[in-house]
């Protein structure tokens, strides 16, 4: 663990037991995240993402969820081994998360001012009114109109976007050292969503809060990550820099996704009267019960050949970072592609 890193994942592996048999969702994930800087988790739905947010601080049900192997060290305590009672202490205090779902986040029976002051007074000794202050204060920080108004009301009687902003003034109202982001801004519009990007710097800026980003937005994830591990079928393929991994990426799978981000200025609209489409990743992910006895990405890479198939690629260094493609395998020159590329017709 180097020295400024405040948290340390290491070779991180979660299963599910399911009816068809054992589901590894996160196989051998590592990565560090360091004071006041942002690490983003990106990938497809089902890469693993928000498994490894959530294996971070034990919130997975066990069973069917089990942990079978590595360490997650946040200030030098490893949190998959801290008794139940400690680690209690550490959720909503010293490590905040901001879940996808707030309507299954939030308590319906409670208002949304009862649940801010209420992660406020379990770890802190403030009065209840003054809790209550805080938790209103929170509320209009994240961008709520009437932060007074808000507090009184049940998560029913907010929309999407209100519950969102709810779940992130729970998790930033205690100042956390390291704030796990789950899709923050997904139910957020745009004026909103840099409400919420303002909040997330000033955070680092004035207490050094890191922040872990789970995010599919590579867009977002542009303007905040310092780095970048990318998830695929529940293992990391690449990782680095993130100004080096998304200027110039590595693994076929990363290149894949960015372009299938839409160019900026390009409406949908336009794009449909150009008669163009948006490059898609064809094909889906491996069954995680079978993966595949050689690269899991090989049955959808359009840069494969022989060896992928069969072999495991390790993850191999490349500039300020590291990919998991024999195209970077150092013992060995890359063989031709076994797929003839066929090029895109020119505009």
């Not at 690490?39 to 739905?45: P, T």
């Not at 959720?91 to 309507?103: A, C, L, S, Y």
């Not at 680095?240 to 609209?269: E, K």
Request: glycine share 8%; aromatic share 4%; net charge neutral.
């Amino acid at each position: 663990m180097t020295e400024s890193a405040l948290c340390e994942v290491t070779d991180l592996s979660v299963s599910f037991a399911t009816e068809g048999g054992v589901l590894r969702a996160v196989e051998g994930v590592s990565f560090e995240v360091q004071r006041g800087k942002t690490v983003a988790l990106v990938g497809e739905s089902g890469c693993g993402k928000s498994v490894t947010a959530h294996a971070l601080l034990r919130l997975l049900p066990t069973p069917p969820a089990r942990i079978e192997s590595g360490s997650v060290v946040f200030e030098g305590r490893d949190l998959l081994q801290l008794p139940e009672r400690e680690l209690y202490r550490v959720r909503g205090g010293k490590v905040g998360m901001i879940f996808q779902e707030p309507m299954t986040s939030l308590n319906p029976v409670y208002t949304a001012g009862a649940q801010v002051a209420e992660a406020v007074r379990l770890h802190g000794d403030l009065s209840r009114r003054a809790a209550w202050q805080k938790a209103v204060l929170a509320l209009g920080h994240v961008g709520l109109p009437s932060p007074e108004h808000i507090a009184g009301r049940y998560p029913h009687e907010l929309s999407g976007g209100m519950r969102q902003r709810v779940m992130i003034a729970m998790a930033t109202v205690n100042t956390p050292a390291l704030l796990v982001a789950d899709e923050p801004t997904t139910a957020l519009d745009t004026t909103t969503q840099a409400q919420i990007l303002d909040l997330f710097a000033r955070l680092q800026a004035e207490t050094g809060t890191a922040l872990l980003l789970i995010s599919h937005d590579l867009v977002l994830v542009g303007e905040l990550a310092d780095e970048v591990v990318v998830l695929y079928a529940g293992q990391v393929v690449e990782r680095g820099a993130a100004a080096s991994l998304l200027a110039v990426p590595r693994h076929p799978y990363t290149r894949a996704l960015l372009r299938s981000v839409p160019p900026l200025g390009v409406s949908r609209r336009s794009r449909t009267e150009d008669k163009r489409r948006l490059p898609t990743i064809e094909g889906s992910l491996p069954d995680l019960r079978h993966t595949p006895p050689g690269c899991r990405f090989e049955p959808r890479c359009p840069e494969r050949f022989a060896r992928c198939a069969t072999e495991r690629p390790s993850l191999y260094p490349v500039a300020e970072g590291s990919a998991r493609c024999f195209l970077h395998d150092p013992r060995a020159p890359a063989p031709a592609p076994a797929l003839e590329l066929v090029p895109e017709p020119a505009s």
